[in-house]
């Protein structure tokens, strides 16, 4: 057998050995010890990762009017619903980003309002790929809820310093 | 605020028109001064039907005869389509009067609370939950 599946065996045969607890307290140890090397805080995320892929979401579904007539914000190329997914893409991953050790602010509310973020990213991301501009508004419209909801909660005030 | 304080707040306002898509994603307090109600009247220029907020742009005409331009955030599309307000509701070349309040900016942006239109019916254009005082109509 080769030395990695070894170790991998002699791994879980330790965990199996643990008690609940134990394990707890072994995940515990392991969040604390492991790779993660935050590159910024929560505004940070919803400033340069966040945003700018919301917006590019926000951006690419609905209708412009004016006396000129009505424009629809969709892609008309292949390569326009490919950057939309891009961003939604990204949505869905700044729900898992924003759960990473160091950033989360508490546990249930928190969590569940992140993976409300990436269900909405991947709905938006189906969306795009299906090239369904309709789909893609609501999903649009399901990011901005899930954004409202965390910052009636999390956001305190109105200066950002004040805020996770 | 009377309407005849229109004419003070247009000619007070700052800014020039803003053509570009609108691009806000914020709470009421950190864009917009609850201190600094306002009325506008104009002319609907462009109605931008987005997520995060529509925006409706109107046409103000100032005391002095000249026209400036206002953008107009309303509460999202959706928000909107449950009061029964749809991207068709109000055609452009409509004139509205907009109760809202100003961007701490001061520049030619404004948090709409009620539209009014030319027949006097009153639609609430805001959106619930974001901070804005008296989420619905503001009493008078």
Same mark, same amino acid.
């Given at each position: ?65 004016? *006396? &000129? ?8 190329? +292949?390569? $326009?619903? %490919? ?5 939604? /893409? ?36 189906? *969306? &795009? ?8 508004? +609501?999903? $649009?419209? %399901? ?5 409202? /909801? ?15 | ?140």
């Amino acid at each position: 057998m080769p030395p990695s599946k070894l170790l991998a065996l002699s791994l879980l045969l330790t965990l199996a050995a643990c008690s609940p607890s134990e394990q707890a307290t072994q995940q515990v140890e392991q969040a604390e010890s492991n790779a993660f090397k935050l590159s910024g805080d929560v505004k940070h995320i919803m400033q340069w990762v966040l945003d700018p892929a919301a917006f590019g979401v926000w951006g690419s579904a609905g209708s412009i009017i004016t *006396a &000129a007539g009505t424009r629809e914000l969709a892609p008309t190329t +292949d390569d $326009g619903w %490919q950057a939309v997914e891009h961003s939604a /893409a990204v949505v869905a991953a700044s729900g898992n980003l924003l759960m990473m050790p160091g950033r989360a602010v508490d546990n249930e509310g928190w969590k569940n309002i992140a993976q409300g973020l990436v269900d909405a990213g991947l709905l938006a991301q189906a *969306a &795009a790929k299906n090239q369904d501009s309709d789909a893609l508004f +609501d999903a $649009g419209a %399901q990011i901005y809820r899930v954004c409202k /909801a965390c910052h009636s909660v999390y956001i305190r005030g109105d200066k950002a310093a004040d805020s996770p | 605020m009377s309407f005849k304080k229109i004419a003070t707040v247009a000619g007070l306002a700052l800014g020039s028109l803003v053509s570009a898509q609108s691009n806000a994603h914020h709470a009421f307090g950190a864009e917009f001064d609850a201190k600094a109600p306002l009325t506008l009247r104009g002319d609907v220029t462009r109605i931008e039907w987005v997520n995060p907020h529509a925006w409706f742009h109107i046409e103000v005409a100032k005391a002095d005869g000249t026209k400036e331009n206002w953008r107009i955030e309303g509460g999202t599309p959706n928000t909107l389509l449950r009061r029964g307000i749809n991207k068709r509701s109000i055609a452009v070349g409509t004139e509205i009067v907009v109760d809202g309040y100003w961007a701490k900016d001061r520049s030619n942006s404004a948090n709409g609370r009620n539209i009014t239109l030319a027949n006097g019916k009153k639609l609430f254009m805001g959106s619930s939950g974001t901070g804005a005082p008296e989420d619905g109509a503001d009493k008078k």
